[in-house]
C-alpha cells in the first residue's frame, strides 16, 4: 500500500486528498478505505508524506526533502543543518514556520537567486518533526489591561510574548515555568501554562536558578533516589569488602583540588624504584560499588549524565551522601577505590599496569593553592612525607609534559574567567583564572590514567565507551589558512593526514605575536568537538590513539560506565556473547545520551557566564578599558578586556564612515576612509550598556591603537 500511495503522489506531482488517493487507486470496499487511511497516518508519522491544512497529501522525496536539526539566533533568523554533516543553511524568519531553537525539523533548500557565491545556501522549514523547546522560563508581568503575562527569559525566545493559559493568584516578579501549549509566529505569541513557581525575581541566586530551568536541568532529587542514597551510602565500607581488597592505606595518596572542592573523587601517589622509573597511582572513587546498573540512582545519574558547575553552586549528579560523603575522598577516612597503577619509565612510556580495585585512606586534603606554593618555595602546612611524595610527583610531571609534547597534544592557552564573589553572593571581581603548575600535573595524571584504561580494553576488544576527538575537516582548515594569510600571516598547514604535531608546530611559531590569544581561538573554532563514542576514533587534541573517561565518576556518568564495565571484564569476566551484546546497546546508548548532557551542562554554564558578566558590567556604564577585538561579523565587533569580558561595538556606533564587511578577511573596512577593523586589533572602548535580561554588553569606541 505504502509503495502504492507514494507512486500516486509522485505521479501526480500536487497535493491529494485521502478521496482523490482512493479513487485513483480505485479502492471501493469500506476495509480498503480503512487501510489506507491507516497507512496514510503511518506514512506520516514516518515523515514520507506532508498533511497540510486542507488534509491533502504530498510526497516528501527525500532528495528534496531533508531532515536536520535548526539553531535560531535570537535576531529571529536560524540555521539548519543535517545531523553529523558539516554544511549549514541560512533560514530567514519568515521561513522557520513555527519551528523553535534546536527542534528537529524537515526543510528543503530554496532556488539560489544570489549570485554572490559567499553567502550560505538559504532554506525554510517545511514541517517540525520534534519540538525540543518545550517549557519556558519567564517573569509574571501586568500588562495596561492589569492581565498576566509571561516575560520570557528563554534569550532566543524574547521576541515572543507569552500568554498564561491558567492564570491564577501569581505575584508580579515571580519567576516560573510553563509548558508550551500553543505557538503562533505570526503574531509573536506563544501559549503557556504555568507548571512551577521557581522564586522572586529580586531573590538572591534565583536569576541562576531560572537559567537551569530554562536548560531542564534537575535542581532537586525525587524523595525515592535520596532514600536509595541514603540506604547504599549506610554499608559503608564493610570489613568482608575491604579483605577481598588491596589494601592501600599504608600509600603516601593525597587529593588535591580546588579551594572549595566537596566531590574528590581522585587522589594521587607517586614513587621512584631502584630502575630508575616511577610508579603511579591514580586511585579513583569506587562510585560503581553503590551505584548498581538499572537502580534508581543509576537511572537518575543516566538522565543527568554530569554534574554541573556554575558560579554559586554545583548542580550535583549524585546525591550529596555519594557526592559529598560516602563516595568523596575525604582526608584520613577509609574509602573505597578502582584503582590504575602505572610503572613509567624516564621517558614517560607506560612499562606496565594493572587496574584493581582498592581501599585507601588520605594522608592530606591538598588544594591547588598550597600545592603551587609549595612549588614556588613558599611556606606551608605540609608534612615532610607529603612533601617527598610531592617532589617525585612533579618529576614526573615534567616527564609525561616532555611526552605528550612530543607527541603534539595541543594546549591554546585560551583564558577562562574567573568570578570572585562577596558573602551575599555578589560578584565583586572577573578575572582570568590560573594554572598552575598544580593544576596542570594532576591533568597529566588523569589524562595518563585515561590513556592506560582505554588501552587496556582497546586490546581486548571488547565493547566500551571512548572520549573522542576526530582531526579536523579539509574544509575548515582550508578555511583557516586563508583566514591566517589574509591577516598577513604566511601558514603553510595540511589539509589531510594532519595530525596534532602539525596543528602544534603552527601554534608555537605564532606564539609570540601579540594577537595570539585571538589566532589560538580561531584554531579552536576549526576543530571538532570532542564527543564520548563506543568507536575508538582517538583524540586529537590530546595525540591520543586510545582515549576515555575514567577519573571522575562522581561528576561524569561515562566515568561511572567505564567503572562498571572494568570490573565486568577484567574481575569478573563476564564476557559471554549475550551479555556483550547488552553490553554494547548500553554504551551506545549512554555515549549519546552523555554527549547530548554535557552539551547542555556547557550551554547553560556560558549563559550563566554571559548573564552575571553583564550584571558585573551594569554599574560600570561610561568606563573607559583597553582590549583586543576578537570577533568580526557583518553587525559590528566584539572587543575581549583583559579580564575575558566581551562585548559588541555595534556597526551603527562605528562612526565617522559607513563600513563593509569583508566576509573573506574578516575585516570591516571603512568606504571612504578605507579604515579597518580587524582580529586582534587593540582599541579602548567605553562602556555603552550592559542588560543581564539580554546577557548582551554594548561598547563604544573611544579611540584606536
Known sequence: MKEKIITVLKEQKKALSSIEIAQILQLNNIDDTKMLLKTLVEMENEHLILVNNNNSFSYLDPQIYLTGVVLINKKGFGFVRINNQQEEYYVGQKDLKDALDNDEVIFRLKKNNNLDKSKKIEAEIVKVIKRKTEYVVGVIRKNKENHQTLEILNVKLQQYCGLITNPEQYSENE????????????????????????GNLNQPGVDIL??????????????????????????????????????????????????????????????????????????????AHYVK???????????????????????????????????????????????????????????????YEGYIKTKARLTYNNVNKF??????????????????????????????HSDGALDFDLDEPKFITNQSGKIEAIVP?????????????????????????????????????QQPKEKKLRDLYEQLSLLGLNIKGKLENIHAKDIQTILEKLKNYDNFKVLSALFLRSMEK?????????????????????TSPIRRYPDL?????????????????????????????????????????????????KMKEAEYMEDKIGNHYW???????????????????????????????????????????????????????????????ANKKLRQIDFELVRGK
Not at 634 to 640: A, H, P
Request: proline share 2%; net charge negative.
Open 175 to 198: 519567576i516560573v515555568k510553563g509548558f508550551i501549549t500553543n505557538f503562533n509566529p505570526k503574531k509573536n505569541i506563544i501559549e503557556v501554562k504555568v507548571t512551577e513557581i521557581i
Open 210 to 287: 531560572a537559567v537551569l530551568y530554562e536548560f531542564n536541568i534537575k535542581t532537586h532529587f525525587e524523595p525515592q533516589v535520596l532514600e536509595e542514597a541514603n540506604h547504599v551510602a549506610s554499608f559503608l565500607a564493610a570489613p568482608e569488602e575491604l579483605t577481598r581488597r588491596r589494601d592501600l592505606t599504608k600509600d603516601i595518596i593525597v587529593t588535591i583540588d580546588g579551594d572549595d572542592a566537596k566531590d574528590l573523587d581522585d587522589a594521587i601517589s607517586v614513587i621512584k624504584t631502584a630502575n630508575n622509573t616511577y610508579v603511579l597511582k591514580v586511585a579513583i572513587a569506587d562510585v
Open 293 to 355: 546498573e538499572n537502580k534508581m540512582l543509576d537511572q537518575e545519574a543516566l538522565s543527568r549524565g554530569c554534574s554541573v558547575y556554575l558560579i554559586d553552586r554545583v548542580v550535583p549528579m549524585l546525591p550529596e551522601k555519594l557526592s559529598n560523603g560516602v563516595c568523596s575522598l575525604n582526608p584520613n577516612e577509609i574509602r573505597l577505590v578502582m584503582c590504575c597503577e602505572m610503572e613509567i619509565s624516564r621517558e614517560g612510556k607506560v612499562l606496565n599496569s594493572e587496574i
Open 375 to 404: 612549588f614556588n618555595d613558599q611556606p606551608g602546612e605540609i608534612s615532610s612525607e607529603v612533601q617527598e611524595m610531592l617532589k617525585m610527583a612533579r618529576e614526573l610531571y615534567q616527564v609525561l609534559a616532555r611526552r605528550k
Open 433 to 469: 583564572r590560573e594554572r598552575g603548575e598544580a593544576e596542570k600535573l594532576i591533568e597529566s595524571f588523569m589524562i595518563r590514567a585515561n590513556e592506560t584504561v582505554a588501552e587496556t580494553i582497546f586490546w581486548m576488544d571488547l565493547p566500551f565507551i571512548y572520549r573522542v576527538h
Open 530 to 550: 570532542a564527543r564520548y563514542s563506543p568507536v575508538n576514533d582517538g583524540h586529537f587534541g590530546l595525540a591520543s590513539t586510545c582515549y576515555t573517561h575514567f
Open 561 to 609: 560506565l567505564v567503572h562498571r564495565l572494568l570490573k565486568q571484564y577484567l574481575l569478573h569476566n563476564q564476557v559471554g556473547v549475550k551479555i556483550l551484546e547488552d553490553t554494547r546497546k548500553t554504551v551506545s546508548f549512554a555515549s549519546e545520551q552523555s554527549t547530548i548532557c554535557e552539551q547542555k551542562a556547557m550551554d547553560c554554564e556560558r549563559e550563566v557566564n
Open 627 to 689: 582590549g583586543i577585538i576578537s570577533g568580526v561579523t557583518g553587525f559590528g565587533i566584539f572587543v575581549e578586556l583583559e579580564n575575558t569580558i566581551e562585548g559588541l561595538v555595534h556597526i551603527r556606533d562605528l562612526k565617522g564612515d559607513y563600513y563593509h564587511f569583508d566576509e573573506r578577511t574578516l575585516k570591516l573596512i571603512g568606504e571612504h576612509t578605507r579604515k579597518e577593523y580587524f582580529l586582534g586589533q587593540k582599541l579602548k572602548i567605553k562602556v555603552k550598556n
